[in-house]
Every structure is written in C-alpha cells, then in structure tokens.
Nanobody
C-alpha cells in the first residue's frame, strides 16, 4: 500500500521560507518521478514542481522558478520542496504525489500522471 505523508507547512510572513517534506512508503521510491502541486481556495490544483527518479530532470511552474527548489533523498524515501521569498499568492494546500509509471518523466506537469497523493499541508503566507 502506497502512502505519502506531507509535512512542513505553516504560517509565514511574506519573504519568509519553509521546507516541505513528503515521506513515501509502499513503492520502490527511487524508481519514480515525484511531484508537488498546490491548490488555493477557489482555484484548481496546479503544478508546482517535479523531479525525475534520477534527479537529473526538474521542472518548476513559472510562478515559483528561482524561489522554490525540489530535491529528494531516496535513502529516506523523502522528497522536499524548499520555498524561499514566499509571497501571499503562494498560499495554498500543497500536495506531493508519485508518478504512476516507473522510470518515466513525460507528462510530469499533469496531475493525471500521478496515481498516489499525500494528504496535503497548508501553507499560509501573510502580507
């Protein structure tokens, strides 16, 4: 049974930083692309970042480029999202997800490419 547990969210002032973690179990984590998405109130879930199983491919939404950094630590089955220079518009519930196919990265922007999701962690950025 695959489980993803996201943590690290919280309340932070604009310009601050947070690091989200996502601990995975139930799958050979090192074979899979991992992603982060977010959903703000009244909006659809949107892509934030993805990282391939090798760590050699990464993508970021334009809105977070240069401020967010995704990384993974396969020994701990954990993926991280370091967020800096946070803005009020970054306020959302952040979800981690694991790709449905091993050794695959194509379509990492699409939520439909992922088959298991964490429960979400709230990030609130005050102005």
């Amino acid at each position: 049974q695959v489980q993803l547990v996201a943590s690290g969210g919280g309340l932070v002032q604009a310009g601050g930083s947070l690091r989200l973690s996502c601990a995975a179990s139930g799958r050979t984590f090192s074979r899979y692309t991992m992603g982060w998405f977010r959903q703000a109130p009244g909006k659809e879930r949107e892509f934030v970042s993805a990282l391939s199983w090798t760590g050699s491919n990464t993508d970021y939404a334009d809105s977070v480029k240069g401020r967010f950094r995704i990384s993974r630590e396969d020994a701990k089955n954990t993926v991280y999202l370091e967020m800096k220079s946070l803005k009020p518009e970054d306020t959302a519930v952040y979800y981690c997800a694991v790709f449905s196919r091993p050794y695959y990265y194509l379509g990492a922007y699409e939520s439909t490419a992922y088959d298991y999701w964490g429960q979400g962690t709230q990030v609130t950025v005050s102005s």
